[in-house]
């Protein structure tokens, strides 16, 4: 089994910059692919932006340019470096992982989610 614990949401203006964190334990050996997705009030959850082991990434389009995935393979935590926040970027983001390389909803590991709130 694998863990992800998320952290680094908040409140922030429309405009600000916020950092989010997930640290995975356990059995991280086998975590292949790692990355975010959010999900907002009566909306479906989407993808943000992914990463592989090898540093591979993929964004949304309503979040490319203003977000950045980066990942530190020795301390097995990824990161999502939100810039130039809009009010529609809020949601709750979860940190998610996948043996294979490739993220979706029926990947197997989840965090518990955290709350990003931009205000306009």
């Known amino acids: 089994q694998v863990q992800l614990v998320e952290s680094g949401g908040g409140l922030v203006q429309a405009g600000g910059s916020l950092r989010l964190s997930c640290a995975a334990s356990?059995?991280?050996?086998?975590?292949?692919?790692m990355g975010w997705y959010r999900q907002a009030p009566g909306s479906q959850r989407e993808l943000v932006a992914t990463i592989t082991r090898g540093g591979s990434t993929n964004y949304a389009d309503s979040v490319k340019g203003r977000f950045t995935i980066s990942r530190d393979n020795a301390k097995s935590t990824v990161y999502l470096q939100m810039n130039s926040l809009k009010p529609e970027d809020t949601a709750v983001y979860y940190c998610?992982?996948?043996?294979?390389?490739?993220?979706?909803?029926?990947?197997?590991?989840w965090g518990q989610g955290t709350q990003v709130t931009v205000s306009s």
């Open positions: 998610a992982a996948d043996t294979g390389f490739l993220l979706n909803l029926a990947s197997q590991y």
């Open positions: 356990g059995r991280i050996w086998s975590i292949n692919a």
